[in-house]
C-alpha cells in the first residue's frame, strides 16, 4: 500500500521561506509521479507542481512560478517543494499526492494516493 507523509510545515513570516518533504513507501514500481497541491480551508484545492522519475517538473500555479521549485530524490524516495518569498496568501495545508505513470512529462491530474497533508501558515 502506497503511503505519502509531508513535513516541514510551520509558521513563517513574510518572505520567508519553508522546505516541504513528501516521504513515500510501498510503491510496487518505479514509475510514478508525485505532485504537489494546497488547500485553504473553505476553497477549493489549489494544484501547484508534480515531478517524474527522471525529474521532468511541471508548475501549474502562476503565483508559484519562480518561488516554487520542486525537486525529487529517488534513492531517498522523497520529493521536496522549496518555497521562497513566502507571503500570507500562501497560508494553507499542503498535500503531496502520487500517481503510477510512465509518461516522460507530468500533468495535476488523476492523481490517486494522498499524504494526510502539512500546514503553512504565513504572518507578521
Known amino acids: 500500500q502506497v503511503q505519502l507523509v509531508e513535513s516541514g510545515g510551520g509558521w513563517v513570516q513574510p518572505a520567508g521561506s519553508l522546505r516541504l518533504s513528501c516521504a513515500a513507501s510501498?510503491?510496487?514500481?518505479?514509475?510514478?509521479?508525485i505532485a504537489w497541491f494546497r488547500q485553504v480551508s473553505g476553497k477549493e484545492r489549489e494544484e501547484i507542481s508534480c515531478i517524474t522519475e527522471s525529474g521532468s517538473s511541471t508548475t501549474v500555479v502562476d503565483s508559484g512560478k519562480g518561488r516554487f521549485t520542486i525537486s525529487r530524490d529517488n534513492a531517498k524516495r522523497t520529493v521536496s517543494l522549496e518555497k521562497n518569498n513566502l507571503q500570507p496568501e500562501d497560508t494553507a495545508i499542503y498535500y503531496c499526492?502520487?500517481?503510477?505513470?510512465?509518461?516522460?512529462?507530468?500533468?495535476?491530474?488523476?492523481?490517486?494516493?494522498w499524504g494526510q497533508g502539512t500546514q503553512v501558515t504565513v504572518s507578521s
Open positions: 510501498g510503491f510496487t514500481t518505479s514509475s510514478y509521479h
Open positions: 499526492a502520487t500517481k503510477t505513470s510512465t509518461a516522460s512529462v507530468c500533468n495535476l491530474q488523476q492523481y490517486n494516493s
